[in-house]
């Protein structure tokens, strides 16, 4: 029997090819050039297995061509790339990387925060742009962060991450929305409360966006949401774009509306809105949270450890749906 093959969709550590050359057959894109749908599926024809990064298209006119495909395994937590349920009506498993970004990510949420706040950004340009001449007492004043109150949307791991650094590190009043309140020791371990998301908007003074995307939390933040901000707050997104309505948000960080506000992720991201690339008040970051390179390659080694648990063991280790594995059984194997 052969080993299976599967495909790596983006230029990755070549440690992680090598691991995944011990078990599979491997085509890797090195060269880094993003695969077109038509590319993609000409690359899958025959292959057990895609590692994906999350930005990769899996749908059901991709799935019908790429009979022999078995499972898609995103080195990313999110994976709103995936259309599940085309993939499970296909018997593809897809499988995500929870948990070991969870810390590197909170830190940079709260990064963007304090950089957002106390306008980091802006005073960097203002002092490269040879503009600081001297002192003065309201030189870029910014929001208060410690004692304030941080209201974070979508509390899995990384809203509580983000709690904990802002309750126990800021002494800052947390309250949270989800679609499903914690329990309660996982509560006071955030020292966070649960509040309605319309209560959550109205009190927050810094906004942090922490929930998946799907068709449901499209735009959970647009002008209606926005309108209900208190005044000079701050928004952070780094959750996903598609989230936060980019156009009303330029619009309210344009009029004032908000202070400020940091983004890590847009609607038609590498693309930024322009009206987003022309407000000052904005700190944007190239979708980064999760970057730093230890975190990087643990996230990269738990989709090549489920691709080789699936195809290999025959069990993954995070699946996103429930495949009967019989329904697309691999011939090379
Ligand atoms: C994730 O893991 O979903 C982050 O956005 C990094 O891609």
Request: aromatic share 6%; with cysteine.
């Amino acid at each position: 029997m052969g080993k299976p093959a599967i495909a790596i969709a983006r230029a990755i550590f070549p440690q992680i090819i090598e691991r995944l050359q011990i078990h599979f057959e491997v085509l890797a894109n090195q060269s880094d050039e993003l695969w077109s749908q038509p590319q993609m599926i000409e690359k899958l024809r025959g292959r057990a297995g895609l590692f994906a990064t999350g930005t990769e298209r899996i749908d059901a006119a991709l799935l019908s061509e790429c009979p022999h495909l078995e499972i898609c395994a995103n080195m990313s937590v999110g994976y709103n790339n995936f259309d599940l349920q085309a993939m499970s009506a296909a018997g593809v498993v897809g499988t995500n990387a929870p948990g070991v970004l969870t810390e590197t990510t909170a830190d940079f949420g709260f990064a963007l925060l304090m950089a957002t706040a106390r306008r980091v950004t802006e005073g960097e340009h203002f002092l490269r742009g040879g503009h600081w001449t001297r002192w003065a007492y309201d030189l870029f004043a910014g929001a208060e962060v410690h004692g304030s109150t941080l209201g974070i949307l979508g509390m899995g791991r990384i809203g509580q991450g983000i709690a904990r650094r802002g309750a126990h590190g800021f002494g800052m009043r947390v309250i949270y929305h989800n679609r499903s309140r914690l329990d309660a020791a996982t509560e006071e371990q955030c020292k966070a409360r649960f509040v309605g998301k319309e209560e959550l908007l109205r009190t927050a003074d810094h906004l942090v966006l922490v929930l998946p995307y799907s068709a449901q939390s499209h735009h959970a933040i647009g002008a209606a949401e926005i309108a209900l901000m208190k005044p000079g707050a701050t928004l952070i997104n780094i959750a996903r774009g598609g989230i936060v309505d980019d156009a009303a948000l330029a619009a309210a960080l344009k009029s004032g509306k908000l202070a400020a506000a940091g983004l890590d992720v847009f609607e038609g991201e590498p693309q930024v809105h322009p009206d987003l690339l022309s407000v000052p008040n904005v700190v944007l970051t190239p979708h980064i949270a999760s970057a730093t390179l230890p975190t990087r390659l643990a996230m990269a080694n738990l989709a090549a450890d489920n691709l080789i648990a699936h195809l290999v063991n025959g069990t993954p280790l995070t699946p996103l749906n429930a495949v009967r594995r019989d329904r697309r059984p691999f011939d090379g194997r």
